[in-house]
Structures are given as C-alpha cells and as structure tokens.
C-alpha cells in the first residue's frame, strides 16, 4: 500500500449533485464532514462501488476501482472496502459471529472460526458469538457491523455515520473504542459524519462537504480554525464571524490592520488582501480573552473590545458568553470559558466587561463565497 | 372415500407448487425490486385470478385449450394430446388460477429486505447469487411457506376452473372437490359428508401450518 491511500474524485449533475475531490491517506482516519443532505453518504456509496457517478476516478493505492475516462468500473466485490452502514444493515437471519464470517469468502474455509473469534475479541464482542442481531443492543449491532467490515481485510474501511443510532453514554465509549482501534489498522479510514465534535475528536483530516463539493480538506485545526470561507466558518459552526475592512499591512510587524465597525484590530500579515477591501473575520470562541477587573495584564492592549454581556449560557463544564461590542452590537461576540471563570467574575446579563481577541488567531477571509473549481 | 379423487388433488397440488414456486419467487423477487413502468399492470395481471369468477378463467381457458384456437393447436402438439379434459390441461389451469396466491405473498417477503442488506453483502464480497442464495431467500422464507401452502390449498379446493377445463373424468380430473359435488348430485351425502370432512381439514391444518411456522420464524429474528 502507498502512502497515497484513497483517492477519490467523483462528479454528477443527478440525482445528488456532486463535484467532491480529496484524498484519503493510508492509516489515518479521515472525516467527511457537512450538513445532512450534502451527499456524504452518496460519495461513500461511490467508493463502495454501489453507485456510478457521471465522471469520475477512485483509486486505492496504486489499483484503480473506477475511472469514467477508461470505463474502468470494479464491482462492490472486487473492491475490498470494509463498510459499516449507518443502520449497520445486519444480516438479521445469521449470528454475530456468520455475519462476520460471512465477509470471508477471501479466506481458506478452516481458518474463518479462529479469524471470525479473533475479530469479535477485537470488537469486545466474546461470548456474544451465537446472538442473532435482534438479541442485541445497538453499540453491540455497531461492533459486529466493524469486525463484518474488517473480516473482508479491505484496502479501505468506510464508516458512514457510525455512531448515530446508538444513545449518547453508548456513543462515546464507541468512539473511544474506535479512537484505540485504529492504531492497530494500516488502512485509510473515511468516516461520515455530521457530529463536528466527532469529526474533531477523532479525525487526522477534515473533508468538508456541502452539496456534493468539497470546500476544504486539512488538520481539523487548520479547517476549524482558519476556514477558507465565510461559508466553510458556518459550515463548521463558528460563531464569531464579523466583517470589516483592511486598513494596511505592516510587513515588519507581520501585521494587518483591520477596520471592525470603527474600531482597529491587528491580525496576521495577509498582504493578498488589497487595502479598503472589504473582508471577513473569524476568531474562536475560546481565542476571547476575559479581562480580569483587578488584575490587569500585558494582554489587555491586544485588540481591546468593551461591552456588554447579553447572555450567558452554561453548558456542562464550559459556558457560553454572548457580549454586545459596544462599537458594533450586531453580531454579537461569543466567547466560551471554563464554568467556574463565569461563576468567579460573577458575568450576568447587563454587565459590562472587556476582552481581548488574540490576534494571532484573527483569521481573515474573503467577505464572498471563493469561486470553487 | 373416493380415495382416487384425493389422489389426484394431490397430485395437482404437488405439480403446481412445483412448477410455480420457481416462477413466483422470479416474479415475486422481480416485482418487489423493480420501480419500472408498467410494474402496476403487471401486478393486476397476476392478481386478476383472485377477483376474477374461476368459471370465467375456465372458459376463457377452455376456448384457448381447444383446437379452434392456434395457442391450442400448438398446445396439444407441444403435449402430445389436447389440454381440454386432461391432467395436463388441469395443471396449466391450476398455474393460472394460482399465480396471485404464489406471487403476492413472495413478493411481500422480498419487499421487506431492505437494499442495505444486499449492498451490505455486496460489500461483504458476496457475488448476486451468493446473495440471493444466503442472504435474500432465507428472509423470504415466510412468504415462500406461505406461498407453498396457499397454494396447495386453494389447488384441493378449486372447482369452477377444473370442471371448466377438466370437467369429471375419473382418474384424470376428478379432483376431491369435482368428487364432492359428484356425489352431492348422486345423493350420496355420506360420501359427500366424508369428502367434505376431508376437505375442511386439510384446509385448517395447511392455515395453522402456515401460521405456527410464520409465527416461529418471527420468534426467531425479533
């Protein structure tokens, strides 16, 4: 297996459009990300080979699956994917350990009970071998749909939105569970989901999709946080989105000044956008800094904003603070801080305060939608 | 007891589900998957036995069997001998009137198996027929159980179709229910009190047959 892993480019007008392109690469799991409807599911269906888009190429490795410029279309079979579906499409007639062994028509015949118990150890599934999937609880269907998934060996393992039928206690420690699982696995993992938590939490890369296109692909920090869109922002459901215009760059400092709604904020040095241009800003919610009433800091000088606190939401261990600038009430600036920081400077509604946006994590962005190819 | 005539029915019955399960299951499976034109005039075809009166199937059967007709011709050349008032020509018959019981309850089955379970095998590596073989036929078996038994049933049962195409030859068409309504006429009412105690329960054990088995085997996947 190279390092390329799987490559994918897929395109259709209908029935769900699509103009996806990214890569998978080997033994890192990869998140395709994005709103429902955005034709995740459907891309996963193309590398299965259960659908034929329009135009296309799929490769894994150095074999190629299907190319429209060569006709070149590999049936389901001959293309060695691992696919746990989304309802885990259980054979409901078979026991936990047939629907393993069922996948293992590559395999000499004596040696599928010792692979087919191997697996379900792998899973934690020992002892449940002789259940029929109505026997058992949907995490245990989960686990029994990935050892049906592995027992192919495939090139690939496609998980679509693995996780969503299984309650929230049960989601987590499958996550967990899939987090230790895919040291052990050399393949490319490509994982739909709509749970950006999820996607972030257990992905090396994102692919953000939405309706059919493939808007970015990176690190989930580098797609969180510096999104090449206003759109890919909103995609990745950032908060803290705000217009303005540039004001000049300082190439000495690596700066750019920004004009937010009269008020003056440096950011990192993008000398591509031109003077008086009108951009859009991103800063995370956890990049605002809190001042602190007694204890100044150094920090404080660091693009400054006053107002006043709208709303306050708590959210298990972290709390959401909605401020109202007073320069530019609308939008608001949203910061999230640890629950105990909300408590400790008493922050209510009607409150004033000041925080800092770090400037090194003010992300400039074109105000339009970039033209995608 | 006209133990011939029970004989016969059976024998009916047998060829019957023999040569139309094969073909239900194809059309049964055909019908559940396919999103084709003409899908809704295929099915009121097949279904058109259940609502039509059996003495019509037989007659229009009877005019098409019988040698006016070049479909009957070929028939009787095909057969060696002509279908009207034959065994040959009752099972033909039978075929036809039974289509909806066979179909119908085959094709339910298929539509209840989902196409994730057979992308789920496809991506499991297992070709069409290993598919079909493993995977869709052993969901389907409620309804092909169902089918074997409406089937054999409704063949016992029949009469306007046979006395239609069959008329009353001992031997060759004097199914158990022609027999019935033989001895009915000859006022031989003890006989006929036996056919039709014969009748009655072989009627109730192919249904409870029919619903312990459907019952075990959703007893087995819930």
Known sequence: MTEIGLAVRVGQAAPIPLAADFACPSAALTALVGPSGGGKSTVLRAIAGLIAPMSGRITS???????TATRLDLAPQARRVGFVFQDYA????LTAAENVAIAMGHVPEGDRAAKTEALLELVHLTGLEGRRPAALSGGQKQRVALARALARDPEVLLLDEPFSAVDQVTRRRLQQELAALRRRLAMPI?????????????ADRLVVLHRGRTLQSGAPFEVLRRPVSVQVARLMDQRNVFTATILGHDGA???????????????????EFAIGAKIAFLVPTADVILHVKDRP???????????????VLRLGEFGRVVIRPDHAADPPLVMTLPNHAIERNALAPGQRVSVSLLAASLHLMPREEEPQG | MDWQAIGLSLQLAAWTAALLLPL?????????????????????VVALPLVLPPTVLGFYLLTLFGDQSA?????????GKPLVFSFSGLVVASLIANLPFAVQPIQRAFETIGRDLREAAYTSGLGKWETFRRIELPLAWPGLVTALVLVVAHTIGEFG???????????????????????????????????????????????AATFTLAGRERGRRD
């Open chain 1, 61 to 67: 490795g150095s074999r190629v699956w299907y190319d």
């Open chain 1, 90 to 93: 259980l054979f409901p007639h």
């Open chain 1, 190 to 202: 490509l994982l739909v989901t709509h749970d950006l938590e999820e996607a972030a939490l257990l």
């Open chain 1, 253 to 271: 400092a690596r700066l750019t000044r920004v004009d937010w709604g009269g008020l003056v904020l440096e950011a990192p040095h993008r000398p």
């Open chain 1, 297 to 311: 800091s150094r920090g404080e000088r660091e693009n400054p904003v006053s107002g006043a606190v709208a709303d």
């Open chain 2, 24 to 44: 239900a299951i194809a059309l049964g499976r055909f019908l559940a998957r396919g999103r084709f034109p003409g899908r809704r005039l295929i099915e009121a």
């Open chain 2, 71 to 79: 479909v009957g011709r070929s028939l009787t050349a095909l057969f």
């Open chain 2, 161 to 207: 179709v046979v006395l239609m195409v069959g008329g009353n030859i001992p031997g060759e068409t004097r199914t158990a229910a022609i027999a019935l309504y033989d001895r009915v006429q000859a006022l031989d009412d003890a006989a006929a009190g036996a056919m039709a105690a014969f009748l009655l329960t072989a009627s109730f054990l192919a249904i």
